[in-house]
């Protein structure tokens, strides 16, 4: 290590790989990928890095080497994939929030593109720098873009002029794709027009961006029905359920309209070709969807299922886990009376949780002086 920090990486290389017989660990094969990663000898490097994950997958940085890797291969796929999986342990991670993206505007992906920007803004470290400032500024006019024209759509649809309201809300959604009330009021235009395919686009958008929303979920299940997807119509009165459950008229109501649709559906299994299909393009969000729906059609499917959507759900939100980790970490050292080491998880719980939040507020009360 000494060597590779004065930047001998042949000198450092050499060493490790004589340890290899001996030492042959996840962490070796990481430091002799670096070594390599550093000789500009890809090859290697991706070969001991993937050596690496193969003997320890939990919190390895080899995962963001091979990201780079992969994004020097022009992989965008690949290399979203490796770097979304260091994301899931370090989302504070700021090139890492960077590198998503602009990967995902690469691959046009806005909506992605700009949630990744929004994650950058608020973990990098330098605040004041002109890059951190031209993204920020850029974002910013995004918003005020889309509120502004989001205002004219409303207006609008008060003029019974929807077909102004449809652009301006088109413009409102291309400038800034992480709105929920421009994504909802689009899909339920679209949905009174009829046009339930463009329908479901929008409000399977608003559902990504609150999976809570009861407005949303039974538009979405009339929009299904309407073109004869009761599958998924079947689906989004299931979610609902979950929501409704302490209100008795809706729970009555949800699960009569799921009886009715049970006797519609057809014994064939649903089509997983579209959940992988989204899966292979890193669209997490929709995937995850239409994983859920599968497992939500057939419970069979649940264990052959989970991994993945307990891998999309690390990948959508990370920082629950990590916020989880480091209160439970912290905790600990804090009843161990080792108040500096506590500080360290409960400082990280700061920086990731909304100031709001139980979390937020809990680690800060147990930060100590020392």
Not at 7 to 26: C, E, P, Q, R, W
Not at 316 to 337: D, H, M, Q, R, T
Request: proline fraction near 1%; charge should be positive.
């Amino acid at each position: 290590m000494n060597l590779y920090n004065r930047n001998d990486f042949v000198g450092a290389l050499k060493i490790y790989l004589d340890m290899i017989n001996t030492s042959y660990s996840y962490n070796l094969c990481y430091e002799i990928g670096r070594c390599y990663y550093k000789l500009m000898d890809m090859e290697n490097a991706e070969l001991y890095f993937t050596q690496s994950i193969n003997l320890e997958d939990k919190k390895n940085p080899s995962y963001i080497f091979l990201g780079n890797i992969f994004s020097k291969k022009s992989n965008v796929q690949k290399a979203i994939e490796y770097w979304l999986e260091g994301y899931s342990y370090w989302p504070d991670d700021e090139s890492l929030c960077l590198n998503l993206a602009t990967s995902y505007f690469v691959k046009n992906m806005k909506f992605q593109s700009v949630y990744y920007y929004e994650k950058y803004l608020k973990y990098s470290k330098n605040q004041t720098s002109e890059y951190y400032n031209k993204i920020k500024n850029s974002i910013e006019k995004l918003q005020e873009t889309s509120k502004d024209f989001y205002k004219k759509a409303k207006l609008a649809m008060e003029a019974n002029d929807v077909n102004t309201a449809i652009e301006a809300l088109t413009y409102a959604n291309q400038n800034y794709p992480l709105d929920f009330d421009v994504n909802f009021l689009l899909g339920k235009i679209y949905h009174l027009q009829q046009n339930y395919e463009q329908a479901i686009i929008y409000l399977k958008q608003a559902y990504c961006l609150d999976r809570k929303s009861f407005d949303v979920l039974q538009l979405l299940s009339a929009s299904f029905q309407a073109i004869g997807n009761n599958r998924s119509a079947y689906c989004c009165l299931k979610r609902i359920v979950q929501l409704v459950i302490n209100n008795q008229s809706e729970y009555l109501s949800t699960i009569a309209a799921l009886q009715k649709l049970e006797k519609s559906l057809v014994t064939t299994p649903y089509n997983i070709e579209l959940a992988e299909k989204y899966y292979k393009e890193n669209n997490y969000h929709f995937a995850l969807f239409e994983y859920e729906n599968m497992v939500i059609l057939d419970g069979s499917c649940n264990e052959k299922y989970r991994n993945i959507i307990y891998k999309m759900k690390i990948f959508l939100n990370p920082e629950e886990n990590v916020i989880n980790e480091c209160i439970k970490k912290g905790g600990f050292y804090y009843n161990s009376k080792d108040y500096k080491q506590a500080n360290l998880y409960f400082s990280r719980v700061l920086s990731i949780a909304t100031k709001n939040s139980y979390e937020y507020k809990l680690a800060k009360s147990r930060i100590m002086n020392v």
